[in-house]
């Protein structure tokens, strides 16, 4: 059996692109969020991600054998199947494990896992465990990061 997280991408709310990421390690998933979360800060609406990202808003993700649109409704099916959904909700500036986007209220009541002394410590043998547990409970805020 294999583990199967993603990585989705939210812009003004709405879903706007995912990844799986197959018995990924932490590490990755959590430099795959933080790359989609610095490079397209400031991006205000889905459309908008997706043109700077793929260069057009409507495109087919080929899943061999099946097409699925990129839909919202289709990105969402595929979130379902997600055993770790991690979100990089770009309107909040925040990394997250949730199935939509959550609200300024819902957030505050979230510890940001950034201000946590272990999460800065890559190297320690229990790391990964750490990261996965918390990143379910928790968020890691962007904000004071520099735009």
């Known amino acids: 059996m294999s583990f199967r997280p993603t990585v989705s991408v939210y812009a003004g709310g709405r879903i706007a692109d995912i ?14 969020a933080l790359e989609l979360a610095l490079e397209y800060r400031g991006v205000k609406t ?9 260069g057009a808003v409507s495109f087919d993700i080929l899943l061999f054998p099946e097409r699925i ?3 919202e409704v289709g990105l969402k099916s595929l979130e379902a199947a997600s055993e770790l959904p991690i979100l990089v909700d770009l309107a909040s500036r925040s990394i997250y494990c949730s199935d939509r986007a959550l609200s300024a209220t819902e957030l ?6 950034s201000r946590e002394a272990w999460f800065f410590r890559l190297s320690a043998p ?10 379910e ?10 735009p």
């Open 19 to 32: 990844r799986f990421y197959r018995n990924a390690p932490a590490e990755t998933l959590l430099f795959s």
């Open 46 to 54: 889905r459309e908008e991600f997706l043109l700077r990202r793929y």
């Open 69 to 71: 649109p990129n839909t």
């Open 108 to 113: 505050r009541r979230l510890p940001d896992l």
């Open 126 to 135: 229990d790391w990964e465990e750490r990261f996965l547990s918390a990143i």
């Open 137 to 146: 409970r928790g968020r890691i805020d962007l904000t004071r990061a520099r």
